[in-house]
């Protein structure tokens, strides 16, 4: 089965600084890669897509995600925190077979004024 | 505009009462989820469904039960023998299986416990 590790399950950075969230996942087969963003009593909205293309992705908002097989990793960056970026993250795995996601237990970013 | 709607977005129950979450996509969508959400625990799979007419079991769907009569809804009912209901529940869609289209999802409703 498949799994997706965030760690950090809370993150502050200033507003202005470098956002780093960070996620990890098995799979034995090459993975499609999502991640998605949710407000407080919202659903959850997508934010950007790897689905074996280009390994640097570019998302909503300014956000972007490196795929790196070698590590297994797909972590979330944007150069320059807003305010607006307070949120929940969530990454999320599909091996593309069958129709199951897989979800990691999110990340809260905090920015700081 | 295309999408899923939740309803209601704030629901209360009663100990030993049924209640039952709408959820509706126009987005012709061919599979349909039902995750319910705590906090720290991310999300977790009740129950999903493929095509009308057939749904599956996730990881958490006892006290649960659902329906997929039509393509566009797929409601879900929280039985009594669901001891712990508090939490927030979210529905999504996705256009076709064993492809690489990612999830897209309802509002939400929050159930709580009167």
């Known amino acids: 089965a498949q799994s997706v590790t965030q760690l950090g399950s809370h993150v502050s950075v200033s507003e202005g600084a470098l956002v780093l969230l960070r996620c990890n996942y098995s799979?034995?087969?090459?993975?499609?890669l999502f991640w998605y963003v949710q407000y407080p009593n919202q659903g959850l909205q997508l934010l950007l897509k790897?689905?074996?293309?280009?390994?640097l992705v570019k998302g909503i908002n300014g956000f972007e995600a490196e795929f790196k097989k070698s590590e297994t990793s797909f972590h979330l960056t944007k150069p320059s925190a807003h305010m607006s970026d307070a949120a929940e993250y969530f990454c999320?795995?599909?091996?593309?077979?069958?129709?199951?996601?897989?979800f990691g237990t999110g990340t809260s970013l905090t920015v700081i004024p | 505009d295309g999408g899923i709607t939740q309803s209601p977005k704030y629901l209360f129950r009663k100990e030993g009462q049924n209640v039952t979450l709408s959820c509706e996509q126009n987005l012709n969508h061919d599979a349909m989820y039902w995750y319910r959400q705590d906090p720290g625990q991310g999300l977790r799979l009740i129950y999903y469904s493929q095509i009308v007419n057939d749904f599956q079991k996730g990881d958490i769907a006892e006290g649960y039960s659902v329906s997929r009569e039509k393509k566009e809804s797929f409601p879900l009912t929280v039985t009594s023998a669901q001891k712990n209901p508090t939490a927030f529940y979210l529905c999504a869609s996705l256009g076709r299986v064993n492809s690489n289209q990612p999830q897209h999802f309802g509002d939400g409703t929050r159930l709580s416990i009167l």
């Open positions: 799979s034995s087969v090459p993975p499609y």
């Open positions: 999320a795995v599909s091996e593309g077979t069958g129709n199951q996601f897989y």
């Open positions: 790897y689905t074996s293309a280009a390994t």
